[in-house]
């Protein structure tokens, strides 16, 4: 008895905790939810509802009110519908390169390559992680360049680059983003058990059928889940397009020039890539991949 | 080939002919703006001034002299673009802008900036230069709202190694012939809209442009279809100045627009720049105070210590462009330098530059039978030529 009164004198908080409940859970999602609601979807609501005000065409001033002539201009302009049709175009070929580069990458480092190597290849993978995304960015575009190191290089084979051009805006999202790709799909493969790559030998398979069949399947909603930073983070980005996309635009660029110019148009045009990533998730939940993550 | 030369050379004679008188007179325009009151006289100075500014403007090198003098205390924003400067004024934070043209009359017709009292400002001489003065981006209405800063031209850019002298037209930017498809590259704003309309000033002069400022909806759809002519031909739009010096010294562009300023980063000898026939645009810096200021004697004061000889100078070296004062070029042999490579003293030179001026609906030419395309039209139709 005097041990529970004594236990009670010292722990005022947690005794009182353990008998409100609801306090409990108040107390354990305070920070996040303040952090979710009251940043994170506020900001991007105050953004989101500038699309429907108008712009004074005097004064370029812009008033708060209701009008659809933003999306009006986003679906009618010929210039935005390419742009936001090359966007979706350069975020799906980044995607499709990651997926194409990881597997074997995955395969490999997972079960054929010693620990060494493995560990080798794993902090290669994760080094371009360390330095900035503008270094990346300008270390691109000076190799790139027309007088910049695989020009000189492939100039005794007669290759020449495109210069700075949609290629080249593909390569360097994909140097971005290929981590977020690789280390979900290496992580997968690793969990897959190796005796179902012996019971698949056993069965006569050879090595291509036991990928197609055994090893896909299995790593689908990794490849899912890293496409969802490659494709997503693609659409949004602008500073690649502006540093080795030459005149290249993408939905980010145009957000970017008109932030300032004409905030309503910036803000529609936002909605383009979240409308993307939803549509693309929906899909994904058909599928039945988002349950297996 | 002598022919050919010849026929450029009567070109450029007549070119100069259009050309001069290009300074728009800015008493023939009414512009209809918010009735702002003018500042009377001098007051107590406030202690501090809130500046909106291009990056190299405000320096310590001269404001802690002006803080010493007058107590204000000086508080810089570095904008970078004239859109920036345009939205950081609205928010009413701040007290002084040093806005180009294009931003200016925005401000101006926008009720953002109040008309100014020069008799407050003595250093506001007839040592500034006579092209930077009652121009129609900063005086409406004979009511003047800018302080001249310093001005500089946007001139064609190339290199010489490529192109084997200086090309004698804006054409190797713009015609689909051009022997540098791929390797060109253009100012990214809409204000670059001017630049295809000075061109077409020129070449076409069935459409009418008096002023490239001032287009009306067939002008301006003309000098689109130029622009998205030139976007087949573009390698690159540039608006981060550290990419476009790369893009020269790496040989990915040829020919382009530039700044003296920019040449000089480069710092290669075979990038050059020239002033074509055409003429070209530029851009005219002035301060400009805002109508909502709690500082306004701090910022009458600045205007007035910046407009000085050797401060309008250290802020024109330091940039990398023409000062507004020209007694500035008379101070030392380095001034005169400065002076002679940014044409600062040469009139002649910017008679043939259009200096940046926000479009409005009114006709900033004088005409008054048509509706002339504003700044929100150019900011649309510049979205449709990068595609």
New interface residues.
């Given amino acids: 008895m005097s041990t529970i009164k004594n236990y009670k004198a010292t722990r005022p908080v947690s005794s009182y905790l353990i008998k409100h409940s609801r306090v409990r859970l108040v107390g354990l999602l305070a920070l996040p939810i303040l952090w979710i609601v009251g940043v994170y979807i506020l900001s991007l609501f105050l953004l989101l509802i500038t699309a429907f005000w108008f712009?004074?065409?005097?004064?370029?001033?812009v008033r708060p009110g209701f009008t659809l002539e933003s999306f009006n201009?986003l679906f009618t302009?010929?210039?935005?519908i390419?742009?936001s049709i090359r966007t979706l175009f350069i975020a799906i070929c980044v995607t499709i390169i990651c997926i194409l580069f990881a597997v074997p990458l995955g395969i490999y480092m997972a079960k054929v390559a010693s620990s060494r190597v493995r560990n080798l290849l794993a902090v290669a993978i994760t080094l371009p992680l360390w330095a900035g995304y503008l270094v990346k960015l300008i270390a691109m575009?000076?190799v790139f360049?027309?007088?910049?190191f695989f020009n000189w290089a492939l100039a005794p084979i007669g290759i020449k680059g495109p210069?700075?051009s949609v290629p080249i805006v593909i390569l360097t999202l994909t140097y971005l983003w290929f981590p977020y790709m690789a280390l979900p799909v290496f992580t997968a493969i690793r969990q897959i058990p190796s005796n179902l790559f012996d019971a698949s030998s056993d069965l006569g398979a050879k090595g291509f059928m036991t990928i197609y069949r055994i090893v896909l399947p299995l790593i689908v909603p990794a490849i899912i889940a890293g496409s969802v930073f490659t494709f997503s983070l693609s659409l949004g980005d602008y500073l690649a397009a502006?540093?080795t996309g030459?005149?290249t635009?993408m939905i980010g660029?145009?957000i970017a020039?008109?932030i300032?110019?004409?905030p309503p148009?910036a803000a529609a045009f936002s909605m383009v890539p979240i409308s993307f990533v939803v549509i693309y998730l929906v899909v994904a939940r058909r599928t039945g991949s988002l349950e297996r993550m | 080939m002598k022919a050919k030369k010849l026929g450029r050379f009567s070109l450029l004679a007549v070119s100069l002919l259009i050309v001069s008188g290009c300074s728009s007179d800015s008493s023939s325009v009414s512009i209809e703006v918010p009735d702002i009151p003018m500042h009377q006289e001098l007051g107590a100075f406030e202690g501090e001034l809130n500046i909106v500014n291009w990056s190299g403007f405000v320096e310590p090198a001269w404001t802690d002299k002006f803080t010493a003098d007058t107590g204000c205390k000086v508080k810089p924003r570095v904008a970078g673009?004239s859109?920036?400067m345009?939205?950081l004024m609205?928010t009413g934070q701040y007290d002084i802008v040093s806005a180009s043209g294009d931003a200016a009359l925005?401000l101006i017709?926008?009720?953002d900036v109040q008309p100014l009292n020069l008799d407050l400002i003595p250093n506001f001489s007839d040592d500034i230069a006579p092209g930077m003065k009652g121009n129609i981006y900063d005086t409406v209405n004979n009511k003047p709202y800018g302080v001249p800063i310093g001005r500089g031209a946007n001139l064609l850019q190339y290199n010489d190694d490529v192109t084997k002298g200086a090309p004698p037209s804006w054409d190797v930017v713009w015609e689909l012939d051009t022997p540098y498809k791929?390797k060109i590259t253009a100012y990214?704003a809409?204000i670059y809209i001017a630049d295809a309309a000075v061109y077409l000033m020129y070449h076409n002069p069935e459409l009418g442009i008096k002023n490239p400022y001032a287009l009306d909806q067939k002008q301006l759809d003309a000098a689109i279809s130029l622009l998205k002519q030139q976007?087949q031909i573009?390698?690159?739009?540039w608006s981060?100045v550290f990419?476009q010096i790369?893009?020269f010294t790496?040989?990915?562009t040829v020919v382009g627009t530039s700044w003296e300023i920019l040449r000089k980063f480069a710092a290669k000898d075979n990038i050059k720049t020239t002033l074509p026939i055409e003429g070209s645009t530029g851009w005219f810096d002035s301060w400009l105070v805002s109508s909502k200021t709690k500082n306004v004697n701090c910022a009458y004061a600045w205007m007035d210590y910046t407009s000085k000889a050797d401060v309008n100078g250290a802020i024109a070296m330091n940039f990398g462009m023409a000062p507004a004062n020209i007694a500035f070029c008379k101070t030392s042999a380095k001034a005169q330098a400065h002076c002679d490579e940014y044409f600062a003293e040469d009139e002649e030179f910017f008679k043939r530059i259009w200096p940046w001026t926000t479009p409005?609906?009114t006709c900033v030419d004088g005409r008054k039978d048509v509706k002339c395309t504003?700044?929100?039209?150019w900011?649309?139709a510049w979205?449709?030529?990068?595609?």
């Fill in positions: 712009v004074d065409p005097f004064t370029s001033l201009l302009t010929p210039a935005y390419a742009t575009r000076l360049s027309e007088q910049g210069g700075f502006r540093f030459g005149k635009q660029s145009i020039s008109n300032n110019l004409n148009i | 673009t859109d920036e345009v939205t609205r925005r017709v926008g009720g791929g990214d809409p976007n573009i390698g690159e739009y981060d990419a790369g893009s790496g040989g990915n409005i609906e504003s700044f929100q039209e900011t649309n979205a449709t030529v990068k595609g």
